[in-house]
C-alpha cells in the first residue's frame, strides 16, 4: 500500500487484525500473458502455515502451473516490490541503448540489493538464488510481457513520466514501489544504489542518462 509504506499482508494484519498465519501471499515467477496460453509456469505461494500453503497450492496446480510453498512472507511479497524497481532500471538502460551485457551486471547487482534489503529489516533463512526471489525478478527485468520494464524503457528513450503513465494506460507498480522502498530505507541505511538510481530519475527528474553512467560507475 504505497499510502502507508506496508505490504498487502502488513495491511490486511494491521488495519484489519487477520494473522499472518490467515494470509497466503501467491507470487511468481510468472506473467499472466503466459498462464493464460497455457505455457508452463511455477508459483510460489508463501504462508506463516505451510500446511495452508500446501492447501493453497493444490488448488492452482495443474498441467501448465507448479507450485513451491514458502514460510517467508515477508521476503518474498519485499522482493516482488523491489524487482519492480530493478525491472524499471533494466527498461531504462534499454532505453538508453545499453546491451545485454550490461543487463547481466545491472541484474547480478540488483538481487545482491534485494538480499541486502531483507537480510537488514528481516533477516530469515531463504535462498535468494530461488524462483520467488532470483526468479520473479528475471521474468520481471527481461520479459516483454513486464509492464515495469516497458515504462523504463519509455523513460530511458526520453518520455516524461507522465507522458509515459498516460501513453501505457497501464500502472507501472514499480514507479510507487521506489518512493516507497526509499522512504522506508531512511530507517535502515540499506546500500540500494539502483533504488537510488531509479528514485532520482522517476522523482528527481535527474537525467536518465547521467544517473545511469554513475550508477555503472559504482558495479565491479
Given at each position: ?12 494484519n494491521q488495519f484489519y487484525d487477520v494473522p499472518f ?45 507448479k507450485t513451491i510453498t514458502s514460510k517467508d512472507i ?147
Open positions: 500500500m504505497p499510502e502507508e509504506n506496508i505490504t498487502i499482508a502488513e495491511f490486511f498465519d490467515s494470509i497466503g501471499i501467491i507470487t511468481g515467477p510468472c506473467h499472466a500473458e503466459e498462464v493464460a496460453l497455457e505455457r508452463l509456469s511455477y508459483l510460489t505461494i508463501a504462508s506463516k502455515s505451510l500446511k495452508k500453503a500446501g492447501e493453497i497450492a493444490s488448488l492452482l496446480d495443474c498441467h501448465y502451473i515477508y521476503g518474498t511479497e519485499y522482493s516482488a516490490v523491489l524487482k519492480n524497481i530493478f525491472a524499471i532500471a533494466a527498461g531504462i538502460c534499454h532505453g538508453l541503448g545499453y546491451g545485454d551485457n550490461f543487463q547481466a551486471v545491472l541484474i547480478s547487482n540488483a538481487i545482491q540489493e534485494i538480499k541486502r534489503f531483507l537480510d537488514k529489516t528481516y533477516k530469515n533463512k531463504r535462498k535468494i538464488n530461488s524462483s520467488a526471489y532470483l526468479g520473479d525478478l528475471l521474468v520481471t527485468a527481461y520479459s516483454q510481457f513486464s509492464r515495469n520494464r516497458t515504462f523504463g524503457t519509455m523513460i530511458g528513450k526520453g518520455y516524461s513520466v507522465k507522458s509515459a503513465q498516460l501513453e501505457m494506460n497501464m500502472v507501472a507498480e514499480g514507479y510507487y514501489s521506489a518512493s516507497c522502498i526509499k522512504q522506508i530505507n531512511e530507517k535502515y541505511n540499506v546500500k540500494m544504489p539502483i533504488t537510488d538510481a531509479v528514485y532520482n530519475i522517476l522523482y528527481e527528474k535527474i537525467s536518465p542518462k547521467i544517473e545511469i553512467k554513475l550508477l555503472a560507475d559504482s558495479f565491479h
